[in-house]
């Protein structure tokens, strides 16, 4: 009788080794609402795709909404747009129409 411990999975490898997007969503664009200072908020938009013009698409939304805005270039997070105010649904509707799909859109918040 052994006592040893032994990994009865180990002979197995990794059942996700093939797949490569399991659990990633680096194709969805999310759009979120952060709290600042009392009534103050933030809508930030990530994981927009490199071939879009971040400058462009910030000017329209700045004019389109009529905010301010800024570009964030995280590490970890990559580009990040940021607006004033709660533009979630305005930045959702404006994708949508300008040929982004609903479906990979994610809209989080309360």
Partial sequence: ??????????????????????????????????QRNGRKT???LQG????YNHKKLLQAFKKDF?????????ETMGTVIQLQGDQ???????LVDHGIERSSIKIHGF
Avoid: W, Y
């Avoid at 979630?88 to 404006?94: E, Y």
């Fill in 1 to 34: 009788m052994s006592f040893a411990s032994t990994d009865p999975f180990a002979n197995e490898g990794d059942p996700l080794a093939s797949s490569q997007d399991v659990g990633s969503q680096s194709h969805h664009l999310h759009i979120r609402i952060q």
């Fill in 42 to 44: 933030l809508t930030t």
């Fill in 48 to 51: 927009l795709q490199k071939e």
């Fill in 66 to 74: 009529a905010c301010n805005g800024t570009i964030i270039n995280d």
């Fill in 88 to 94: 979630r649904t305005n930045v959702s509707n404006f």
